[in-house]
């Protein structure tokens, strides 16, 4: 699901994200400079309600395995927000960039601590779905809207 956006404004990546409950108007992209190759790519930065520019996320570069695609990821944390906001970036700095989210699912544990890979959650309160563990159309939607 598409947030947002970042394009190149007087030399600088600026941009915005927006869902229902979070509004980050002005948000800025900032080179990271280091010879780390774990180092991430980018700082996010937002402007304070004190006009401050402060840090509340970083991102990576990434390679997708089946296009090639050069990407960024990473996420947006800040006491401020509920818990941590993943998000990828696709896109180029003279064409703007996508910001896109979306839910992870969690991590499962097996008894003996080993970890499980994730698996999608059934209920993610837009009812059960209409798909089959493989794919497959369990059955026709029903086109009503359930009361409230």
Do not use: C, H
Not at 67 to 90: H, N
Not at 107 to 124: C, T, V, Y
């Amino acid at each position: 699901m598409n947030i947002g956006t970042f394009k190149l404004v007087n030399g600088q990546l600026l941009g915005s994200i927006a869902t229902v409950s979070i509004d980050l108007a002005r948000l800025g992209m900032r080179p990271v400079d280091s010879d780390n190759e774990k180092a991430p790519a980018y700082e996010i930065v937002a402007l304070n309600v004190a006009r401050r520019w402060v840090q509340i996320g970083a991102l990576w570069e990434a390679t997708s395995n089946s296009t090639g695609e050069v990407f960024y990821q990473g996420r947006l944390e800040d006491p401020s927000l509920a818990e941590p906001l993943q998000i990828m970036l696709f896109g180029e700095p003279e064409e703007g960039y996508r910001v896109v989210w979306n839910r992870q699912s969690p991590r499962r544990e097996a008894m003996d601590g080993s970890r499980q890979p994730r698996r999608r959650q059934r209920d993610d309160a837009f009812g059960e779905g209409n798909a089959t563990d493989d794919g497959r159309l369990a059955e026709q939607l029903n086109d009503e809207i359930p009361a409230f």
